[in-house]
């Protein structure tokens, strides 16, 4: 069993109403999970890679084709189900984009990582899970590798048909496998990994909304840094102090409040570690711009409004103290690679 803080996801409400659309209650699969039978009435319960692997072979036992529900169930989803770390995929400005995002901001739904590797031509797609003791659930695999071709599928409008998918696990003698795919299977593969054309990579999405995109990356940013354990008072007054950011100048007072504590203990406990409240309010101000500007389609006015700054020029001056760059210039050396 994993012992690690960082060990913790959560899975999305969406997730356990689509079971039910599917006659699977939630309840039930978490019986047969050997979990909490209302775990799924808390949406800030988090779970374990165990316990959610533990869900996932659960319902594997529940349906009679893993494979073939896990096409069923991400074809008939509709877009706006999914939850907002994967919703603003569709909405990016093409599929590099889009995966470029779901890099980015996949812990949220899974605890997982997704590589994204670009070699001859192709580029790899697979998950990395960070604390598992065991192979995945097939569904998870399966789900995983749906998604990201019907994300591509959807987002561009078009039938983007992979170079090839590669199983870590037999063939599961699945006929809508092979139909939905429509490319060569590798089964008993080291990894499970879908491989498209880097030319599809480029492939607008026609639906790429960027006010939207504006409005959920730096709620993504902030739910991101939830899942991080913090080991030190500098890293839990840095985390409030950014959730702080877009409504004005932070004051300890506030701070103190959110951290369920005086403003002379924090103080206290600041001074101790070395630091001062103004130091980690220039440090929270630093890494929250480096974390918004990592969005190619973040607006630079937006992100100096959520910085606290009064306009483009006094961010600007301020960021080049930061890093002796312009944030265009930054960006262009410092841009989410795929």
Not at 132 to 158: D, H, K, M
């Amino acid at each position: 069993m994993s012992t690690s803080p960082a060990d913790k996801s959560k899975i999305p409400q969406a997730f356990w109403r689509v079971m039910e659309r599917f006659g699977l209650p939630p309840s039930a699969i978490l019986r047969q999970a050997r979990l909490p039978s209302t775990l799924h009435l808390n949406p800030q319960r988090v779970f374990t890679t165990e316990e959610y692997f533990a869900v996932f072979r659960a319902v594997e036992m529940l349906v009679p084709d893993p494979a073939s529900f896990a096409i069923e169930l991400v074809k008939g989803a509709e877009t706006s189900i999914f939850p907002p770390s994967a919703l603003v995929a569709f909405y990016a400005r093409d599929f590099r984009d889009a995966l470029s995002r779901l890099v980015r901001y996949q812990r949220l739904c899974t605890p997982s990582t997704l590589n994204v590797e670009e070699n001859g031509g192709q580029v790899a797609v697979s998950s990395r899970w960070l604390y598992a003791n065991a192979p995945p659930p097939a569904l998870s695999a399966y789900l995983s590798l749906v998604f990201t071709i019907e994300l591509a599928r959807r987002g561009t409008g078009q039938l983007i048909v992979p170079a090839r998918i590669e199983f870590a696990r037999p063939d599961p003698k699945s006929p809508e496998l092979r139909d939905h795919f429509a490319c060569p299977i590798r089964y008993n593969a080291p990894v499970d990994m879908v491989v498209f054309n880097s030319a599809d990579l480029d492939k607008p999405f026609p639906g790429h909304n960027p006010e939207l995109l504006e409005l959920l990356t730096p709620a993504l940013a902030t739910a991101l840094s939830e899942l991080e354990p913090f080991h030190s008072v500098r890293e839990q007054v840095k985390h409030a102090l950014k959730r702080h950011l877009t409504s004005g100048r932070p004051e300890l007072s506030a701070i103190a409040r959110d951290l369920g504590t005086s403003e002379r203990t924090l103080q206290r406990r600041i001074t101790e570690e070395g630091s001062t409240f103004r130091d980690l309010l220039h440090e929270a101000r630093q890494e929250l711009g480096r974390e918004l500007l990592v969005d190619p389609s973040a607006d630079i006015n937006e992100v100096a409004w959520m910085l606290g700054y009064q306009d483009k020029s006094s961010f600007y001056r301020a960021f080049r103290d930061w890093e002796g760059l312009t944030p265009n210039q930054w960006r262009d050396i410092h841009g989410m690679p795929v």
